[in-house]
Structure formats: C-alpha cells, structure tokens
C-alpha cells in the first residue's frame, strides 16, 4: 500500500484538526459537568420537602453553575483553538505505507510507525491515530481519493486498529 495525498494551506483545516484532537480529551468534562448538573437540580428539589433546605439552596446553586460551566469548557476551548490555529495554515501532505504515516507540514516533518499505533477511531472527517492512549495525530479523510480511503480502511481494519463497519 502506498498512499499518498497534499494537504492544501487551507486557514480552517488547522482549526479543524485542533477541534478534532481536543475534543477527544474534553468529552470527560461534558460528562461531569452532566453529573454536576443532574445532582445539583435532584438536591435542591429534595431539599425542597424539608425543613431547613433553604440553607443549602446556595450549594445546590453552586452545582448547578459549576456543571454548565464544565459543560461549556469544552466547547470554548475548541473555538480558541479554531480561532487561534488559523494562522498556522500551510501546505502540507502525508505519505502512508504499509510501515509509517510520514506527515509534512510546511518545514516540519514527522511519521509514525504502524507497529506504534494502539488504535484508530473513525469520526465523519479524520481518522484519530492514538499511541498508547493519546491521539497522535489525525488522518485527514477528505483529502483522500475514495478508493484511497477504502484501501486504508482495509488496511487498519486487518491490523486491528479501526473495528470493521
């Protein structure tokens, strides 16, 4: 397998990447804030049936908030990251074989070796490759042929890397 495509300076593409990789380690703050939230209203109407839980009211207040806020986290910090990459476009590409994923961005070049990668999660643009437990980096799918992307999607699901559809 040799594959082998340009990434274009593209002043979005940078912001998308960013959105992509952050949001895999942000989703926990979704979670807890859910969590916050969900415990918070549930308190404060329990409360409400007995004497004295007007002295609580502001914890359950403060749950509350401190949810929504962690539920918000993840999305500002997407849009820095959108908003700040911008200015990080440049022409790029990658170079996919059976042993690496070589990437070119501008100067700078890196690869990662097939036997490295523990996992790869598919999501509508980017394949997300993770080391060990932390994503690597991102394989942009749209930039690909549709036979080129088939042909990978083969290839990672034989290794085991991405689950079959």
Do not use: C
């Not at 070589?102 to 598919?122: H, L, N, Q």
């Amino acid at each position: 397998m040799h594959i082998r495509f340009d990434v274009p300076a593209d002043p979005a593409y940078p912001g998308r990447v960013a959105a992509a990789l952050s949001g895999v380690r942000l989703r926990r703050f979704s979670y807890i804030g859910a969590v916050l939230v969900a415990v918070g209203v549930i308190a404060f109407v329990v409360s409400r049936g007995f004497a004295g839980g007007d002295r609580f009211s502001s914890l359950y207040l403060t749950l509350v908030v401190a949810g929504v806020l962690s539920m918000l986290y993840a999305p500002w910090v997407r849009w820095r990251a959108r908003r700040r990459s911008g200015r990080y476009a440049v022409e790029g590409a990658y170079d996919i074989t059976d042993n690496n994923i070589m990437m070119r961005s501008g100067s700078e070049s890196g690869g990662i070796a097939w036997d490295g990668v523990a996992e790869v999660k598919d999501t509508p643009e980017f394949w997300i490759v993770y080391v060990d437990r932390m994503p690597a980096t991102v394989i942009p799918r749209r930039l690909m042929t549709a036979e080129d992307d088939e042909t990978l999607r083969a290839f990672m699901t034989d290794r085991g890397l991405l689950q079959p559809r």
